[in-house]
């Protein structure tokens, strides 16, 4: 983790504490290898708000606690990759998982159609 080091952003064991102002790219390098040595990232000192985020997973659990077709409502269409949807793999062992793909940024690339209006928190 030497190059890591060399970033000036402060990392242990899949951690990344932000230090503002930061520099982009410092950001992206240091992201890159901690996934790379870890398999995992977690960020801190990131400031959004920590009531934000805990409505936002309430939300999400809410979302995936519903029956299927409340969830289907916003499934993927077509050859789309955006909403809701599941997929597995057999590679070693039988892996199943649900996933809401939404593309949030830029605003005008947003399709509202998928997003779910159940529970009304998650939008």
Same mark, same amino acid.
């Given at each position: 983790?030497?190059? $890591?080091?060399?970033? #000036? !952003?402060?990392?242990?064991?899949?951690?990344?504490?932000?230090?503002?102002? @930061?520099? %982009? +790219?410092?950001?992206?390098?240091?992201?890159?290898?901690?996934?790379?040595?870890?398999?995992?990232?977690? $960020?801190?000192?990131? #400031? !959004?708000?920590?009531?934000?985020?805990?409505?936002?997973?309430?939300?999400? @659990?809410? %979302? +995936?606690?519903?029956?299927?077709?409340?969830?289907?409502?916003?499934?993927?269409?077509?050859?789309?990759?955006?909403?809701?949807?599941?997929?597995?793999?057999?590679?070693?062992?039988?892996?199943?998982?649900?996933? @809401?793909?939404?593309?949030?940024?830029?605003?005008?690339?947003?399709?509202?159609?998928?997003?779910?209006?159940?529970?009304?928190?998650?939008?």
């Amino acid at each position: 983790m030497a190059l $890591l080091a060399e970033t #000036g !952003v402060s990392s242990k064991q899949g951690l990344l504490h932000l230090q503002l102002p @930061v520099a %982009f +790219f410092r950001v992206l390098t240091t992201t890159a290898l901690i996934c790379l040595h870890w398999f995992l990232l977690q $960020l801190t000192n990131h #400031g !959004v708000d920590e009531a934000a985020m805990q409505r936002m997973k309430d939300s999400t @659990v809410r %979302f +995936f606690g519903l029956p299927l077709d409340g969830k289907n409502a916003v499934a993927v269409r077509g050859d789309g990759f955006e909403g809701y949807g599941h997929h597995y793999s057999r590679l070693s062992k039988l892996d199943w998982a649900e996933s @809401v793909i939404l593309i949030t940024q830029p605003v005008q690339d947003r399709n509202m159609e998928l997003w779910p209006t159940n529970p009304p928190t998650f939008r």
